[in-house]
């Protein structure tokens, strides 16, 4: 079955990075979009971004030029580059694919960013 596990996730001061890693299993990787969400406490599961087969990705608007998505298609891994965190990235940070309209979760990584 389809399994994601992330990890790389902890406490950081405001201005600081993290790097966000995904393995994935049961899937042929290659062949997927891979995309990171995140959750605040209260709030609902928002995209972040996303990265397509080609490696074209998009972004939401507040983390562009702050995060970068890149894939290890050899590895079947997705990673999630965060520079300059903001108290306000702080969530927990989900992997996803979609296949067949189903989508597929990771159990998130908490990132913790303090002012």
């Known amino acids: 079955q389809v399994q994601l596990a992330e990890s790389g996730g902890g406490l950081v001061q405001a201005g600081g990075s993290l790097r966000l890693s995904c393995a994935a299993s049961g899937i042929i990787f290659s062949a997927q979009s891979m995309s990171w969400y995140r959750q605040s406490p209260g709030k609902e599961r928002t995209l972040v971004a996303t990265?397509?087969?080609?490696?074209?990705?998009t972004y939401q608007e507040s983390v562009k030029g702050r995060f970068t998505i890149s894939r290890d298609n050899a590895k079947k891994t997705v990673s999630l580059q965060m520079n300059s965190l903001k108290p306000e990235d702080t969530a927990v940070y989900y992997c996803n694919t979609r296949r067949n309209d189903m989508d597929y979760w990771g159990k998130g990584t908490l990132v913790t960013v303090s002012s």
């Open positions: 990265i397509r087969t080609s490696g074209t990705s």
